[in-house]
């Protein structure tokens, strides 16, 4: 049995914990996927920071609007009673704490809920902040989705942040490829164990003491 999900199921099994009647923005790059998995039936209304209200999954082949797009530049559709404002507005919504969830990529979140995932402040890296810092303070929950382990093998769950911050003490819950942890006063909790991973080994993994799922 395999230690690992894939992105496909991780954006599925975030799907099924947002909950009917929430307003979610999900951020650029894997986060889109949870729009394609969200449960049938229940009506959960996608925000887009480019100005959409009511954004529907990806677009089959061949039936892509090129004016219609999300903050990503992705092709999107857009669901019966969407709403269209201007950028300004869409960035009140995030502010203004009208956004019950975001789900967000991560570089690094540490063990109190700071999340850093706009740069790692590298030499000549280029800075992509966005809308991430507004929607991380403005969200009532922010979820982070995310490969637990960096390609050199590193944990991105960390007790301290060592990169830039996006947001601090700002993180709720954080989806990774190999089990869901959330966030408490005491730190990383774990939630939800993928395959053969238990809270000795993602311990190991991740250097940090977990608290076992409840």
């Known amino acids: 049995m395999s230690t690992r999900i ?21 951020g650029i790059g894997a ?32 039936m892509i609007d090129p004016d219609l797009i999300n903050a990503g530049k992705q092709p999107v559709t857009a669901l019966p009673g969407a709403a269209y404002f201007h950028h300004a507005d869409s960035f009140g919504m995030m502010r203004g704490g009208h956004l019950d969830v975001c789900v967000l990529g991560a570089f690094q979140v540490s063990q ?3 999340l850093a995932n706009w740069s790692t402040g590298a030499p000549g890296a280029i800075p992509a902040v966005g809308g991430a810092m507004d929607l991380a303070i403005g969200a009532k929950d922010v979820y982070v989705m995310t490969d637990l382990l ?17 947001g601090v003490g700002c993180v709720s819950r954080v989806y990774t490829d190999h089990a869901v942890f959330d966030v408490t006063p005491d730190g990383f909790a774990l939630r939800e164990a993928f395959g053969e991973n238990t809270v000795e080994s993602l311990q190991e993994l991740t250097g940090l003491r977990l608290a076992p799922a409840r």
């Open 6 to 26: 894939s992105r496909q199921e991780l954006a599925q099994r975030i799907a099924a914990d947002i909950p009917e009647g929430a307003y979610v923005n999900l």
């Open 31 to 62: 986060p889109t996927l949870v729009a394609n998995y969200l449960p049938e039936g229940l009506e959960i209304i996608l925000h887009t920071e480019n100005g959409l209200l009511g954004m529907g999954p990806a677009p089959a082949e061949g």
């Open 112 to 114: 109190s809920g700071d």
């Open 150 to 166: 960096t390609k050199q093998g590193e944990s991105k769950l960390v007790e301290a942040c060592t990169y830039p911050l996006t």
